[in-house]
């Protein structure tokens, strides 16, 4: 069986089909130069999947739902004036 570190790589990292051992415990040691490459810090997840004969490791994000949503209405404008203080802040609530 074949190990994937995201096909996302291939061709930008000199090198990218490494080779790592599997360790006592069933972990991996990634390759720093792909760790690197991917943008990955210690306690991320990776999704983990056969495809065909490879083990396919693929980074992945997660964003609670209501911090996703005040994402996309900052991106889109949708943002109050700065307030100078909290009772300002509840004022406008009140209103």
Known sequence: MKTVINSRVAGRVPGTHMRVKVGTNRQLAIPKALFDTLKLSPGDYLDVRI?????????????????????????AGRVSKKFSSVDALMKSLTR
């Open 51 to 75: 495809k065909e004969d490879a083990l396919v490791l693929t980074p992945q994000e997660f964003v609670d739902r209501r911090i996703a949503e005040g994402l996309r209405d900052v991106r």
